[in-house]
C-alpha cells in the first residue's frame, strides 16, 4: 500500500509526505512501515 499527500507553495516548491506499507515474508515476518518527506521543485506545464 502507497499513499502520497502533496503540499504545494511558492508557485514551483512541493512538499510531499509518503507512506508505504510493505510485508515480504522472505525477507521480514514484520509488516514493515516507511514514512518519507520530501521537498521538490517542479515546472507546471499547461497548455
Do not use: C, E, P
Request: net charge positive; charged share 15%.
Amino acid at each position: 500500500m502507497n499513499q502520497a499527500f502533496h503540499f504545494i507553495f511558492l508557485k514551483y516548491f512541493r512538499l510531499s509526505l509518503r507512506s508505504k506499507i510493505v510485508y515480504d515474508y522472505h525477507i521480514n515476518l514484520k509488516v514493515n512501515a516507511i514514512n518519507s518527506l520530501t521537498l521538490g521543485f517542479y515546472f507546471h506545464n499547461s497548455l
